[in-house]
C-alpha cells in the first residue's frame, strides 16, 4: 500500500468515525470511544503527511544536487 492509498483509507475511515460519532450519545462510551478513534486517525494522517513532505523534500534536494 503507497503512503497516498494509506492517506486516503485513514481519511475514508476518519470520515465513518465522524459520522457514527454524531449519531452517538453525548457523553456515551461509543461517543468517547468514536472520539479517540478521531483523534488516533488525525495523528496518524498528521504523520503520513510529515513522512510524505520529508519525502519529496528529500528527493527534490537529491535532483537539485545531482
Known amino acids: 500500500m503507497s503512503p497516498d492509498d494509506a492517506i486516503d483509507r485513514i481519511l ?11 449519531e452517538a450519545a453525548l457523553n456515551s462510551t461509543m461517543f468517547h470511544k468514536l472520539t479517540g478513534a478521531v483523534l488516533a486517525y488525525g495523528q496518524a494522517l498528521d504523520l503520513l503527511t510529515k513522512l510524505r513532505k520529508e519525502s519529496s523534500w528529500q528527493q527534490s534536494t537529491r535532483a537539485a544536487g545531482a
Open 12 to 22: 475514508e475511515l476518519s470520515a465513518e468515525a465522524h459520522t457514527k460519532r454524531r
